[in-house]
């Protein structure tokens, strides 16, 4: 399969919680490739949290660090990249999106709540009515998350294996052929 990409990342999208982090990590060890988690590269680099980034430096400030890793990272090849939820919002974004293939991960907004019940580390679910947040914010981004090259459905009963297994079955549907397969 490695060889079937060619070097050419692959960049996970979708909103908080659906397993970007964990089913791109074994992504990475199936392809043979490096793993990049956005979100954590900003939080090493600014020795805080997402939570004080936002607090202290509102998310502005944050979606622009985030666009400023996601522009160093899309200089490598052979990698896994998982996104924070809110990359598609940037326009400038997409240009280095497009650089590799776009998996997105989409889930019911149930299962993202259940899977986040107990976690505190994503500020914008820090809210009176998390359901209703996360339910606006995905009206709002799934025109964007619809961009994407392929788009998986996880289910609420699969492992993390089981979604990447059926990303790595569905790559090969999405990848372009090469131009000598097209004139022969
Ligand atoms: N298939 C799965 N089954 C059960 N729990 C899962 C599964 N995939 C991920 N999780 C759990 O759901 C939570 C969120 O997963 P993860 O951090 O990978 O999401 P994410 O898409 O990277 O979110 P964010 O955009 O906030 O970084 C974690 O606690 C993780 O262990
Ligand atoms: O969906 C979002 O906007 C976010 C998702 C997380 O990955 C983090 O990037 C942050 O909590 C914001
Ligand atoms: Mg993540």
Redesign the pocket.
Known sequence: MSSLLKGVNLYLI???????????RLLAQQLGYGFV?T?NVIVQAAGKSINELFADKGEAAFRQLESDVLAQVCAFTKLTI?T??GIVLKRENWGYLHHGLIVW?DAPVELILA??AE?TT?PLLQDTDPQDKLRSLLEQRKPLYSQADLRIT?QAE???E??AARIMEAIPTVLKPEVSQVHN
């Open positions: 979708g909103m908080m919680g659906v397993g970007k982090t964990t089913v791109g988690d979100d998982a924070g939820g991960l899977r986040l976690d994503r996880v699969e492992t993390p089981q979604t």
